[in-house]
């Protein structure tokens, strides 16, 4: 079997479900060392890293959404790691409602909630990886963003919307500053992926199918297989790159 990840050390966030998980599957049958990342479904990431076995190098349980939890939890992660990491993949986030017509309160709520988790948490992760990378000779992020930062979602997520938009903006600004030191930087914009964000009513599924051309959601696998791609080093050229896996759904 190849092993194309050997000697990576990695760091995975929301690695308890989703595409979180199947990337630690397959980052540890590639070669790679693993630390998962959970929070609520802690006791779900230590079943996953028992399961990979030896290749998991354990799981640190953060909030990301307190103020602050991105750089506690690279220093936690980072510690794990014999030499230490130089891989971060961040997949972790959330997806709610930040409704224009809601309560002030409610829609402050929301825009505080999904900023901290998919921007700030992604932000301060990054920053505590570039320095500890450069000093290992490189390293790699790779961030979980969505078609919604290019295009747009519907008027209930503009927090997620924005959210999205920024992590394509800070990836590319990480990759156009620090190649020099060896850092690559990858996006990937997913629209809908079959996992627990996903609708699952009967009408949300089919509409969500409907616009898809190829006539299914994205699986957490396919997702994945593309993480270990980039966090291989096979096309260091792609640094900066936004990669969409949507089944031809938003086409750039």
Known sequence: MQRPLAGRR??????????GLAAAHL???QGAQVVLHANRSVE???????AIGANALGVVQVDLAEPGAGTRLFAE???????????LVNNAGIYLASSMSGPEADWQAAWDAVLQVNLRA????????????????????INI???????????????????????????????????RD????????????????????AAGLAAAKN?????????AEEVAAMCAFLASGACASATGACIDINGASYVR
Not at 185 to 194: N, R, V
Not at 211 to 219: K, N, Q, Y
Request: charged share 15%; with cysteine.
């Open 27 to 29: 980052f540890a049958q």
């Open 145 to 179: 963003a969505s078609r919604a930062g290019y295009r747009g979602d519907d008027g209930e997520h503009t927090a997620y919307a924005a959210s999205k938009g920024a992590v394509l903006a800070l990836t590319k600004t990480l990759a156009r500053a620090y190649g």
């Open 77 to 87: 992660a980072d510690a794990l790691a014999p030499g230490g990491l130089d891989v």
């Open 10 to 19: 990695v760091l995975i966030t929301g690695s308890s479900h989703g595409v």
């Open 211 to 219: 616009e898809i051309p190829i006539g299914r959601m994205a699986s």
């Open 182 to 201: 060896g850092i690559l930087a990858y996006a990937l914009t997913p629209g809908w992926i079959d996992t627990r964000m996903a609708p699952h009513n």
């Open 44 to 50: 779900r990431a230590r079943e996953a890293a028992a």
């Open 122 to 141: 992604v932000a301060d992760l990054c920053r505590a990886a570039v320095p500890a990378f450069v000093a290992r000779g490189g390293g790699s992020l």
